[in-house]
């Protein structure tokens, strides 16, 4: 109990470890892609403000000029998108000392004169999400998204796309970057962008991680099962064999004393002996004898059930031939309790080829139980009847019945039902089970029909060994 206790424990820890393992990294996932997304923001404003900045240079006589001296040939439109990286310039001289005192007034006049124009006017929607687009890539994020510009009152400036676009949702977005934050003078104006299926891409990021987890935490689990089902069978096992050695002891001891006894009676002098005690200390030391055979054929027939080592010798038997023996032998054990057996042999075809002595022993086993397990005048009934396949026997008695929850627990070996008294019925669990490894040893089967304090009945089906349904052939059986 203790083991499975400590192992239980273990068991949920560790599951509660590998949930809290997934949540932590489920929740460093969400921040990394947070923050992908915010350094994405952060970089389109940056590229968005350096595109400005060119563009107007371009567009400028002077400052192209300058350009084209000091850095190349200035940038056209189709470039934008590739101005990331900060320009090569020359080795500098005086004019080019010159020239870029000359660009830094002119940058300065741009950014002043860039504060007052509009957002509209300011910002290429298609560049927008060009940029956007290329910065998630970079950073593997891909799929759909929504982006919004708006002025610190948020009121929407520009949203993308036009339709369908959820402005309460970019606005609660916490992915935000400020725009053209070099502006000297004027409103500020604020990126936001909305990822729908965040959650999902985490989701399928960590996919093969998180199958791997719960295919080896199933494992586990399983394995924890096999383990708890098998110490517990064990035990079970164990607590039967207990019982076992402990009703096998206290059998052996009755007849064993038994013995003793008539025997020192019969070699004891001073006792007198008449002719009558003789034969009744005989007759005790041969019933004995013989409940002493009988506990160890039954402790043999577990052994070799166990080892499956069970031999048949099949030979050509006449079933009502072989119960009428059993029958006429069995007799004097119902006749002592004031019962009686009673034999209904209806079957048309009761040959079949089977091993005599253990479909003996089955015979005497059920007929047996039945008797042992009444407490009324024991009343048994056998019969049987055929088709041209099977032959089927039913073993009837009034004993106390079994209960439905034991029925398919009666063939187990060293299984018995519980009945208060461990010592009330002498047995050991062993004759069903031998029962069953016979019948189906014959390719047959056998089921009980049973309801406490209305008897039960036993129903065994064998199949002749041909199985032939032509009437010629089926006379064979």
């Not at 590739?82 to 005192?101: C, K, N």
């Not at 007052?116 to 290429?124: A, L, P, Q, T, V």
């Not at 025997?263 to 005790?284: H, I, N, W, Y």
Request: aromatic letters at 4%; glycine letters at 8%; one cysteine or more.
């Amino acid at each position: 109990m203790g083991l499975s206790v400590a192992i239980s424990i273990a068991l949920v820890g560790l599951v509660l470890i590998q949930v809290q393992w997934i949540r932590d990294t489920m929740a460093l996932k969400d921040a990394q892609f947070a923050q992908s997304v915010d350094n994405a923001l952060v970089a389109v404003s940056d590229r968005m403000e350096r595109i400005e900045k060119l563009e107007g240079l371009r567009e400028h006589e002077t400052g192209r000029a300058i350009m084209e001296h000091i850095g190349g040939p200035a940038p056209s439109a189709a470039d934008s998108l590739s101005i990331a990286r900060p320009l090569t310039l020359g080795v500098p001289d005086t004019t080019m000392v010159q020239g870029e005192s000359v660009l830094a007034e002119m940058v300065h006049g741009f950014l002043y004169a860039n504060a007052f124009r509009s957002m509209d006017e300011r910002i290429d929607p298609r560049l927008l999400d060009s940029l956007i687009t290329e910065e998630l890539a970079a950073r593997g994020i891909t799929g759909p998204h929504q982006q919004g510009v708006f002025d610190p009152r948020g009121r929407a400036v520009l949203l993308q796309p036009e339709e369908g676009a959820d402005t309460t949702a970019l606005l609660a977005s916490t992915h935000r970057a400020r725009l053209f934050r070099t502006d000297p003078i004027g409103n500020e104006h604020f990126l936001y962008l909305l990822v729908p299926g965040q959650e999902g891409q985490i989701w399928r990021s960590m996919s093969p991680m998180l199958i791997m987890s719960v295919v080896l935490l199933l494992v586990v689990v399983v394995v924890f099962i096999i383990i708890m089902r098998t110490v517990w069978r064990q035990k079970r096992i164990g607590e039967i064999k207990n019982d076992l050695v402990n009703n096998l002891t206290h059998e052996l001891k009755t007849p064993i004393s038994t013995i003793a006894l008539a025997c020192e009676a019969l070699t004891d002098p001073s006792m007198p002996k008449t002719d009558q005690q003789v034969r009744t200390f005989v007759g005790m030391i041969r019933d004995e004898n013989k409940r002493l055979g009988i506990l160890v054929e039954n402790v043999l027939q577990s052994a070799v059930v166990t080892g499956g080592q069970m031999r048949t010798r099949m030979v050509d038997l006449d079933l009502h031939a072989l119960l009428q023996d059993v029958v006429r032998n069995s007799e004097i054990q119902a006749t002592r309790r004031n019962g009686q057996i009673e034999l209904d042999l209806k079957a048309d075809l009761h040959h079949l080829q089977g091993d005599r002595i253990h479909l003996t022993n089955v015979f005497y086993n059920l007929i047996d139980n039945a008797i042992k397990y009444t407490e009324q005048e024991p009343r048994v009934r056998i019969g049987t009847r055929s088709d041209a396949s099977s032959i089927t026997i039913s073993v009837r008695d009034n004993g106390i019945g079994i209960p439905r929850n034991e029925q398919q627990r009666i063939f187990d070996k060293l299984y018995r039902v519980p009945t208060g008294n461990i010592h009330n019925v002498k047995g050991f669990g062993l004759g069903l089970s031998y029962v069953r490894s016979v019948v189906e040893r014959h390719g047959g089967t056998i089921r009980v029909e049973s309801e406490p304090g209305r008897g039960s009945t036993f129903i065994i089906t064998i199949p002749f060994e041909h199985g032939s349904s032509d009437p010629d052939t089926a006379r064979r059986g």
